[in-house]
């Protein structure tokens, strides 16, 4: 009897132990030697290939970014778990990097090791490179996503990430190419919010009109100076008394769902046909910002100020980019730019052609708005509207370039502030359908 369990226990020996030395064969991805639980490895990425590429944790859906690699061999070294899985893309955009041979993305899994520096290695080869085929998945989940509806809900965000599921459910394969994709025409985005003379007619009616006074209008600047203006030139006007603490709690509320503050991005380059293009942590803007979008916009304050804002310039909120709120800590600033671009914008949405910039409290000191050309500052004052066009009233196809403007430094307090952008045609579909350059 006693021999017999000691022949068992052996036997049980034998067998745990081969299950801890189980390995796989080089190679197979799918397979993961048995980790031992909470091992700590240190994983280290080297990138041979001739693109930036970014490294993602693949959580079995869209993967959460963990670090960018420069080309010409950089490598990056980061704590991992066996069995963790990887994919490598091009960076600040989604599209993956393949294997030219195959065309199948580069998926790198942790595994168990004897190294006794408890560290793996895996290599993006030289021959890595955006794949020819351009209608793909980009993601496993891609298929389930087109099956709920999702191609039709988010077609822009689908389009270039699950090309191939939606080209299958809703023969939208079409589309991946952004001058196919983004026409003003396909996207009922044809009727300018401003004729020529439509500038003047408005702020004419906040400086007259008894209904605005309850919110307490000033001119700033206006042509010939006209009501009481303190300066000549284009128009900027203020609105003391625009928002309550209620529409300003919500601000600060909303400001926090989603991901929050993030430190202020500029756009790249476009990369390719889909029209994406890189997010690039700003050099002249050294504020964060947080995109107002679903629950936030949700907020009945929030409501309250976007509908106070169409109801004051008669252009639907189809036209408007989604309220950016803004924090500066002290130093912080956002040096010399305009709203729109220069010349003629013939993107979708066209130029932004209005600005409506929202103090959301009382900076101690620092922080005004100052029009650099026109040399006005405006301070900020909690529940201050500053609104300024970006074009010209007797053309507003046209930037207005003296309307050049910075985010003075704040030196004292922090500021918070948020802002509409408006444009001249609709920019919902525009956005909607991935037409304004941002995925990632
Ligand atoms: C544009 O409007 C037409 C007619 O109302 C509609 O069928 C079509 O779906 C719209 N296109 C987009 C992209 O919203
Ligand atoms: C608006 O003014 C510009 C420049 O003066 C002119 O070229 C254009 O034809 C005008 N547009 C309309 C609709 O009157």
């Known amino acids: 009897m006693r021999s017999a369990i000691a022949y068992l226990l052996l036997w049980l020996c034998i067998f745990l132990t081969k299950a801890q030395e189980e390995t796989c064969t080089p190679g197979d991805d799918t397979c993961i030697a ?75 899994t942790v595994k168990e090791t004897n190294n006794v520096d408890d560290a793996v290695e895996f290599t993006l080869p030289s021959t890595a490179a955006p794949s020819k085929t351009k209608c793909k998945d980009r993601y496993p989940v891609c298929v389930n996503e087109a099956e709920r509806g999702e191609c039709t809900r988010n077609p822009g965000w689908m389009i270039v990430n699950c090309c191939k599921s939606c080209d299958e459910k809703e ?114 803007r050294t504020s964060s910002n947080a995109w107002c979008r679903r629950e936030c916009e949700e907020l009945d304050g929030v409501k309250r100020v976007s509908d106070r804002i169409e109801d004051f310039t008669g252009i639907s909120q189809n036209n408007y980019e989604s309220l ?53 500052s405006v301070e900020p004052k909690r529940g201050r509207a500053l609104v300024w066009p970006s074009v010209l009233n007797e053309d507003p196809t046209m930037s207005d370039l003296r309307m050049y403007h910075e985010a003075r430094p704040v030196t004292k307090g922090i500021k918070f502030a948020a802002n509409h952008w408006i444009h001249q045609y609709d920019s919902k579909n525009e956005n909607l359908w991935g037409c304004s350059g941002s995925f990632a």
Not at 64 to 77: F, R, S
Not at 230 to 254: C, R, S, T
Not at 352 to 366: A, P, Q, W
């Open 34 to 108: 048995s980790p031992k639980p909470n091992r700590k490895l240190k994983a280290t990425f080297q990138n041979l290939s001739p693109y930036r590429a970014d490294v993602h944790f693949d959580d079995g859906r869209f993967g959460n970014y963990v670090a960018t690699l420069e080309t010409n061999g950089e490598k990056v070294t980061i704590d991992s778990f066996a069995g963790h899985r990887f994919f490598i893309t091009r960076h600040g955009v989604r599209e993956g990097l393949v294997d030219p041979s195959t065309d199948e993305q580069y998926f790198f």
């Open 171 to 284: 023969g939208y394969g079409k589309y991946l190419d952004s001058k196919v994709r983004c026409t003003r025409e396909r996207l009922n985005a044809t009727i300018p919010a401003w004729e020529n003379g439509s500038l003047d007619a408005l702020f004419t009616k906040w400086a007259t009109e008894d209904k605005y006074k309850p919110y307490e209008p000033r001119v700033i600047s206006s042509p010939n100076k006209v009501y009481n203006a303190q300066h000549e030139g284009p128009w900027i006007m203020v609105f003391d008394n625009f928002l309550d603490d209620y529409e300003i709690n919500d601000l600060m509320k909303g400001a926090n769902f989603g991901d929050g503050f993030q430190r202020s991005t500029d756009q790249g380059s476009v990369i390719a046909g889909s029209g994406e293009k890189e997010k690039k942590i700003s050099t002249h």
């Open 324 to 376: 950016q709120i803004l924090k500066y800590n002290v130093g912080e600033y956002y040096k010399t730019h305009h709203d729109s671009s220069g010349g003629k914008d013939n993107s979708v949405s066209g130029h932004r052609i209005l600005t409506f910039f929202l103090y959301l409290n009382n900076v101690l000191e620092g922080g005004e708005t100052r029009f650099t050309n026109l040399d006005i």
